[in-house]
T-cell receptor
């Protein structure tokens, strides 16, 4: 059974802090994704990675960066957190060539 | 990626069949149609996927007409536990470098 885990379910940070959100998958998937979900806006893609050390910008990459040093781990970094980055962050993974994505439980980030 | 349009919300009662229609007028030849389900405080979960005609699994059926400009997710005999948001996605992700684009989804409320 595919498992995608995220480092925290809930996180509270202050404006200006550097924030790391970690995602780990255990199925040797090549592709990994970071989304944020906000009421009325659905899920929006921030960044995705199709292989180790590879990354591509999604629809809303501004204010975020990512790191993929190992195949199983994909990190989302908020260099200087702002209140408009308060959101639910969802990580997903997928085997290359397959269409089904597997999502983690999400991290609800609050920036005060 | 093809834009999708689906109803914002639907209401139903336990035991009824629910049909959620998604419009995707600009669907491309290589695009597949995929539906995800999301419960509160959880990541989306893959339900079903199809290219044309009808696809059925243990959870739902997906009906796709010949012109493929729309599709209908059918949930037979819904229960309270089917209360969730349902997302329709259209795209071709065979290359491994494409990501899903989620809209706002359809919020299904099942009443007793």
């Amino acid at each position: 059974d595919v498992k995608v885990t995220q480092s925290s379910r809930y996180l509270v940070k202050r404006t200006g802090e550097k924030v790391f959100l970690e995602c780990v998958q255990d199925m040797d998937h090549e592709n990994m994704f970071w989304y944020r979900q906000d009421p009325g806006l659905g899920l929006r893609l921030i960044y995705f990675s199709y292989d180790v050390k590879m990354k591509e910008k999604g629809d809303i990459p501004e204010g975020y960066s990512v790191s993929r040093e190992k195949k199983e781990r994909f990190s989302l970094i908020l260099e200087s957190a702002s209140t408009n980055q308060t959101s639910m962050y969802l990580c997903a993974s997928r085997r290359s060539g397959q269409r089904e994505q597997y999502f983690g439980p999400g991290t609800r980030l609050t920036v005060t | 990626l093809a834009k999708t349009t689906q109803p914002i919300s639907m209401d139903s009662y336990e035991g009824q069949e629910v049909n959620i229609t998604c419009s995707h007028n600009n669907i491309a030849t290589n695009d597949y149609i995929t539906w995800y389900q999301q419960f509160p405080s959880q990541g989306p979960r893959f339900i079903i996927q199809g290219y044309k005609t009808k696809v059925t699994n243990e959870v739902a059926s997906l009906f796709i007409p010949a012109d493929r400009k729309s599709s209908t997710l059918s949930l037979p005999r819904v229960s309270l536990s089917d209360t969730a948001v349902y997302y329709c996605l259209v795209g071709d992700w065979d290359t491994g470098r494409r990501a899903l684009t989620f809209g706002s989804g359809t919020r299904l409320q099942v009443q007793p």
